[in-house]
C-alpha cells in the first residue's frame, strides 16, 4: 500500500493530519510519501491557492511543514513540486507513480472538491480531529458501495474502530432494498473486520440521513457512485453534498 500525502498548502491542522497519517498507514501496513505543490507565482496574480500559502508564511511554512513531517513520519520520502495546477500536479504524481491512496486536509474547498472528483484511489479529506475511533459506512449495495465498505472495513480492522454499517431507504416502499443492501454490506465487512459493528437502517433522504448519522463518528467512508447511471448520478450528488457539509472526516472509495 503507498500512500500520497499531500502537505502543501500548508494548514494549521498539520499535526492532526500526521498523526492520521501515520494512523492510517500503520493500519493498512502502507508507505507514505509526502509532496508538496504549489505555483511560484507574482503577488499581482495570487489566486485563492497562493493567498493561502502566504497567510500560512510561504516557504518558511513549508519548510516548518517538511520538518513536521520528517520528524513524525521518519526519513520517508518527500517530493516538491512547483509550475503548473496543482490538482494536475497531484493526480499526474498519482498515475505516475501508482499509488493506492490520497490523503490531504481540507483547507482549500476549491482544491478539496477537485481532488475528490478526480482522484481515482480511495481518498480521505481529513478535517481536524486525530480520531478515527468510530467510523461509519455507507451502503446502497452496489458494488462500488461494496468496494467502500471493503476498504474502509480494512483500515477499522487495522485501527480497532468501532464500525455502524447504514443503508437508507429513500421511501417506505424502498425499505426492502435497503434491507437486502445492508445484509449484503455486512456480509462484506465481515470479511476483513472481525469486530463487532452495529447495522443501521434508515429512511429518508440520504444526504440528510448520512450527516445526521455522522454526528457520532469521526470518519464517514462512501462510494461516489451507485447502483445505475442514474443512481450514479445521484451517489455522486450524495457524496459531494455529504463533502461539503460534513463536519467529520471523509473517506471516498472508487
Do not use: W
Not at 161 to 181: F, H, I, K, M, Y
Not at 216 to 226: D, S
Amino acid at each position: 500500500m503507498r500512500i500520497l500525502l499531500l502537505v502543501c498548502p500548508v494548514g494549521d491542522d498539520v499535526e492532526s493530519l500526521l498523526d492520521v497519517t501515520k494512523k492510517v498507514a500503520s493500519a493498512l501496513n502502507g508507505r507514505v510519501t509526502a509532496l508538496c505543490v504549489r505555483r511560484e507565482i507574482a503577488q499581482k496574480y495570487y489566486s485563492p491557492f497562493s493567498i493561502q500559502l502566504g497567510k500560512s508564511g510561504g516557504a518558511e511554512g513549508e519548510r516548518a511543514v517538511l520538518e513536521k513531517v520528517r520528524a513524525v513520519l521518519g526519513e520517508e520520502v518527500v517530493r516538491m513540486s512547483r509550475g503548473g495546477e496543482p490538482v494536475s500536479q497531484v493526480l499526474d504524481e498519482i498515475e505516475k507513480e501508482g499509488y493506492d491512496m490520497l490523503i490531504y486536509s481540507d483547507i482549500n474547498q476549491g482544491l478539496t472538491k477537485k481532488l475528490a472528483e478526480y482522484s481515482q484511489v480511495p481518498t480521505l479529506i481529513h478535517r481536524g480531529s486525530e480520531e478515527l475511533s468510530r467510523i461509519l459506512i455507507c451502503t446502497d449495495g452496489s458494488e462500488h458501495s461494496l468496494k467502500a465498505v471493503r476498504f474502509a472495513g480494512r483500515l477499522a480492522e487495522g485501527l480497532g474502530s468501532r464500525v455502524a454499517l447504514l443503508s437508507v431507504a429513500r421511501e417506505e416502499g424502498d425499505t426492502e432494498r435497503a434491507r437486502q443492501a445492508l445484509e449484503k454490506a455486512g456480509e462484506v465487512l465481515g470479511g476483513v473486520y472481525s469486530g463487532e459493528f452495529e447495522k443501521k437502517l434508515a429512511t429518508g433522504r440520504v444526504r440528510d440521513v448520512i450527516l445526521r448519522e455522522s454526528a457520532a463518528h469521526e470518519l464517514i467512508a462512501l462510494a461516489p457512485r451507485g447502483l445505475s447511471k442514474l443512481k450514479r448520478v445521484l451517489m455522486g450528488h450524495v457524496s459531494l453534498h455529504v463533502l461539503e457539509n460534513a463536519e467529520k472526516s471523509v473517506l471516498l472509495v472508487r
